[in-house]
């Protein structure tokens, strides 16, 4: 019933930033939690970011410092800004959203997903 659009992503070079945009469809994104999520190939997919209803944010240690969620609730949309890119950022980065309005690292804690936006880092 909620759908959840990314978009931003890009091939990019070490160093460069990229933002991306997740799109939210209905009447209560403001009470959702919500989060960002990525997948490289053959590997599991992990938590990168997450922000409340109440706007608290939370990060894994590999992009704290260099990555920014954000969210815009009269456009209810999410952002991951991403500074300082670097190869081990390759990956297909999903948003997710928790109706609960909480934050969480356990991709299980959220219900609704997007389809995903490529990143890729060179060298």
């Known amino acids: 019933q909620v759908q959840l659009v990314e978009s931003g992503g890009g091939l990019v070079q070490a160093g460069d930033s990229l933002r991306l945009s997740c799109a939210a469809s209905g009447r209560t994104f403001r009470n959702y939690g919500m989060g960002w999520f990525r997948q490289a190939p053959g590997k599991e997919r992990q938590f990168v970011a997450a922000i409340t209803w109440s706007t608290d944010t939370y990060y894994a240690d590999s992009v704290k410092g260099r990555f920014t969620i954000s969210r815009d609730n009269a456009k209810n949309t999410v952002y991951l800004q991403m500074n300082n890119l670097k190869p081990e950022d390759t990956a297909v980065y999903y948003c997710?959203?928790?109706?609960?309005?909480?934050?969480?690292?356990?991709?299980?804690?959220?219900?609704?997903w997007g389809q995903g936006t490529q990143v890729t880092v060179s060298s």
């Open positions: 997710a959203a928790n109706k609960r309005g909480s934050a969480s690292w356990r991709d299980f804690d959220y219900d609704y």
